[in-house]
Each structure stands twice: as structure tokens, then as C-alpha cells.
């Protein structure tokens, strides 16, 4: 498997980093945090650059969510109506609320929620939001996130794998669902 990676980025130089979040992120089922993290492993191999691959690897992650947000934007009537189906209805109140409760720091907060990250700028998209507004917040703090995700992959070797990589990240989803999990709580019994 190690092989194969150091194959792939010799062959494809450092578009390996662009386009293995760029596509990974979008047509597979393993969460992005994973291969932000493989991507920061995989830098510190002698023959990378440290930083053209973190640059790469932040690029591919915006251009898909902005992707997103700008398909959304462009097609905000047929956008509106696919997520005013029952399949999505559950989501789309969960990002409404969240928009109600933070505000244009929904955005931040959707990091941090899984699947959320891709439902965001889509929503907000086909709900009118400025694009510069949208880049200002998404972008600056999308690039802390992968840059602390990218640090954190450096410090696996280059021989880690991909298990590594999601055993981590597993880890810290339910790290983050038990603090979401007490939060709301907390929120609830101040409610009551």
C-alpha cells in the first residue's frame, strides 16, 4: 500500500496532494480529516516539500466546498427544492438551527460536525449568502483545520496507513461526539 502511495506521488509530483482530497473528498465514503491527515504523512517523505503539499492539499479541500457553494448558488431553485425533500429534511433543519444559533459562525461549527462540512456551503449557497463573505469565514478558518490536521498527519512516519490514519480519526469523532453529546445537554437543562 505505502508503495503504491510513493508510486502515485512520483508519478503526479504534488497534484497528489491536490487531487487526492479533491477527489477523495468528494467521491468516497472516508472522511476528508483522513486524508488531510495521509496527505500530512505522506509530506515528510525526503523527496516532498513540506509546504507546496500543505498549499495543494488546502487548495483541493476549499475548491470542494466552494464547488459546492457556488453549484448551489448558480442553481439556488433547483438547489431549494432537493433540499426541501424528505431525505434531506432532517439535515436542513440541523443547519438551520445551526445558522439560527451561530450565526455566520455556522460555517466554523460545520467543521466539526460530521457530513455537515459538505451540507453547509451548499445550503448556503442556495440561501443567497454573499460568495466573499462565504470565502472570508470558510477559507481563513478552513485553513487552521487543515493545517492542524496536516501538522497532526506529519507526525505519523511515512510508512502509516491508511488504518493508522482512520483509527486516529475515529478517535477523535467520538471524542468530539461525547463533547457535542455533553453540550447539548447542558443547553437543555438550562432550557428547562
Same mark, same amino acid.
Given at each position: 500500500?505505502?508503495?503504491?502511495l510513493i ?5 503526479l ?32 517523505s *525526503?523527496?516532498?516539500?513540506?509546504i507546496?503539499? &500543505?498549499? #495543494?492539499?488546502? !487548495? =483541493? @479541500?476549499?475548491?470542494?466546498? $466552494?464547488? +459546492? ?28 438551527r445551526t445558522?439560527?444559533e ?11 460536525? *460530521?457530513?455537515m462540512?459538505?451540507?453547509?456551503? &451548499?445550503? #448556503?449557497?442556495? !440561501? =443567497? @449568502?454573499?460568495?466573499?463573505h $462565504?470565502? +472570508? ?20 512516519n ?35
Open positions: 500500500m505505502i508503495d503504491q508510486g502515485a506521488i512520483n508519478q509530483g504534488y497534484g497528489y496532494f491536490f487531487f487526492i482530497i479533491l477527489v477523495g473528498a468528494n467521491l468516497t465514503p472516508i472522511p476528508d480529516p483522513v486524508y488531510i491527515m495521509l496527505a500530512g504523512s505522506q509530506a515528510t *525526503p523527496s516532498v516539500q513540506y507546496p503539499a &500543505f498549499i #495543494l492539499t488546502y !487548495s =483541493g @479541500m476549499m475548491i470542494s466546498l $466552494y464547488l +459546492k457553494f457556488l453549484i448551489a448558488s448558480l442553481f439556488s431553485a433547483q438547489a431549494l427544492a432537493l433540499l426541501k425533500r424528505p431525505r434531506w429534511e432532517k439535515n436542513v433543519m440541523k443547519v438551520e445558522i439560527q451561530y450565526g455566520s459562525h455556522a460555517i466554523i461549527a460545520s467543521y466539526f460536525l *460530521p457530513g462540512r459538505h451540507v453547509m456551503p &451548499f445550503f #448556503l449557497g442556495a !440561501s =443567497g @449568502m454573499k460568495h466573499r $462565504y470565502i +472570508k469565514v470558510s477559507f481563513s478558518f478552513g485553513f487552521i483545520w487543515t493545517l492542524a490536521l496536516f501538522i497532526f498527519g506529519s507526525f505519523f511515512t510508512t502509516s496507513s491508511y488504518t493508522d490514519v482512520i483509527e486516529i480519526t475515529l478517535a477523535f469523532c467520538a471524542i468530539s461526539l461525547i463533547i457535542y453529546a455533553v453540550q447539548r445537554r447542558k443547553i437543555r437543562k438550562k432550557q428547562q
